[in-house]
Antibody, heavy 119, light 107 residues
């Protein structure tokens, strides 16, 4: 069965960095583009970034462009999100949902990783 | 970038009611529109894709319609377990923007 396990969250100070990981199983990871989506406490869903199956294409939301980097290691079935210059407004639960093979809507969601940005 | 606007932001309805939530895209997105349900404390669940296709396992009281810029999620015969926040999402191209959400409560 499909599993997506986000990890690497924690409490960090503004201006610092953090790297999230998403370990996947139950599907052929290297054939899927993958995304990060976040949800601030009590707020709505915000799409963050996408990476193509081979890693050659990446696109970011305006709110994180230039600070966050999405990457993947297909040999490890793992997706990453490197977050730099973190701001209080980046505080959220970060998800790496599984899209369908040909479209960017999300069939499966993990439990997410909580990132808290506070001094 | 294309903006996705949902209305209303919240609504309250009675068990058995018919409920309609709308989602408007600032530019045409054909039928590249999905709807999700997020119950309190849970992760989102996919309800509808391609504007009107029901995801497997989703009750038939949920339906979607629309194309281009205007879309609708309809829940007929509202049930207590439908209390949730509902989100639309465009997926024609990046950015894959979500609507701001509609919180549905039971009267």
């Amino acid at each position: 069965q499909v599993q997506l396990v986000e990890s690497g969250g924690g409490v960090v100070q503004p201006g610092t960095s953090l790297r999230l990981s998403c370990a996947v199983s139950g599907f052929t990871f290297n054939t899927y583009g993958m995304h990060w989506v976040r949800q601030a406490p009590g707020r709505g869903l915000e799409w963050v970034a996408v990476i193509s199956s081979d890693g050659s294409y990446k696109f970011y939301a305006d709110s994180v462009r230039g600070r966050f980097t999405i990457s993947r290691d297909n040999s490890k079935n793992t997706l990453y999100l490197e977050m730099n210059s973190l701001r209080p407004e980046d505080m959220a639960v970060y998800f790496c949902p599984k899209p369908t093979l040909r479209a960017g809507y999300f069939e499966y969601w993990g439990q997410g990783a909580l990132v808290t940005v506070s001094s | 970038d294309i903006q996705m606007t949902q209305s209303p932001s919240s609504l309250s309805a009675s068990v058995g009611d018919r409920v309609t939530i709308t989602c408007r895209a600032s530019q045409g997105i054909s039928n590249y529109l999905a709807w999700y349900q997020q119950k309190p404390g849970k992760v989102p669940d996919l309800l509808i894709y391609a504007a009107s296709a029901l995801q497997s396992g989703v009750p038939s009281r949920f339906s979607g319609s629309g194309s281009g810029t205007d879309f609708t999620l309809t829940i007929t015969n509202l049930q207590p377990e439908d209390v949730a926040t509902y989100y639309c999402q465009k997926y024609d191209s990046a950015p894959y923007t979500f609507g701001q959400g509609t919180k549905l409560e039971i009267k």
